[in-house]
């Protein structure tokens, strides 16, 4: 119940976190369960709710990409459905919605990209005219740069569906991050790993977004006990990156930073979906000036000339 704008739980009933139906999202989900149980002491029952992302079968950068594996979670959170939200939080909108905050980001799995190759292959090995499999324009532009002797094949759908590509024989191989790989216990598929520096992830590839009603004060202090400080600052100065250059997740943009105790490296990249080029450019600051960095590199690659790659995705 609410009482002055207070959301007030009881102890004997369980925390309800909302959850796309996907077996990713379920093991992230649980995972953030059962962490949230470790340090509250309550219960948490998963609730799963279907987005368009996981419905539509067109492809994310018809579809728009952003919001579209979020918007329905953060509708049952306003409305009370559920109690707080897992999300991937690459898939998150860089805008905070009114009535809800970002109450914990946990310490953030390998940001890596990896191959998933027939035959154990390396991404070196792939033969010319290798047909390799991904649904994101950011990887398929730095998979042209690396290697624009390779057929790039846009494709949906699961983990389990991605890497069935390539055992039916369908593809030589695909792309898929790390992080959803280790989570599901599958990363000993992997035949190849991508160096960020070569393979610049997403905005916050690899980190975990719980979220929750700004009002709910109590859930809110208990959730913070997850936040992972390097990790925030991290994926606070990707984002900010993402915002700047008014790019979706579905935009050809990487952004990959790391926090030391005194210093975060931020590294952003935009690409051209369409032909063998891109902008990459460096920067390192303060930590507390993680948003202002991103805001900077964004602007010196707009100033590149990075508006021209990303209208072609718009």
Sequence with gaps: MTTNSVVIHS???PLRLGTRRSALALAQSGMIARAITGVTGRDVELIEIS????????????????????????????????????????????ASPDGLVLAAVPEREDARDVLVARDG?????????????TGSPRRAAQL???????????????????????????????????????????????????????????????????????????L??????????????AVAAERALLAALEAGCSAPVGGYATATDELIHLTGIVADVASPRSIRM??????????????DLAARLLAEGAAGFMGKQT
């Design 282 to 295: 460096s920067t390192t600051g303060p930590l507390d000036q993680a948003e202002r960095l991103g805001q």
């Design 144 to 218: 042209r740069l690396a290697r624009a002797d390779l057929e790039i094949v846009a494709i949906r759908g699961n983990v389990d569906t991605r890497i069935g590509f390539v055992a039916d024989g369908v593809l030589d191989a695909v792309v898929l991050a790390y992080a959803g790989m280790h989570r599901l216990g599958r990363i000993g598929e992997a035949t190849d790993y991508f160096d960020p520096a070569t393979m610049v992830p997403a905005p916050g590839q690899g980190a975990l977004a719980v979220e929750c009603r700004a009002d709910d004060t109590e």
């Design 51 to 94: 987005t368009y992302g996981d419905v539509s079968k067109e492809a994310l950068a018809q579809i728009g990409g952003t919001g579209v594996f979020v918007s329905a979670l953060r509708d049952a959170l306003a409305a009370g459905v559920i109690d707080l939200a897992v999300h991937s939080l690459k898939d998150l909108p860089t």
């Design 11 to 13: 102890m004997d009933s």
């Design 220 to 233: 809110t202090a208990q959730l913070a006990r997850l936040d992972h400080s390097p990790t925030r600052l």
């Design 121 to 133: 292959l390396k991404f070196a090995d792939l033969p010319p005219g290798a047909r390799v499999g």
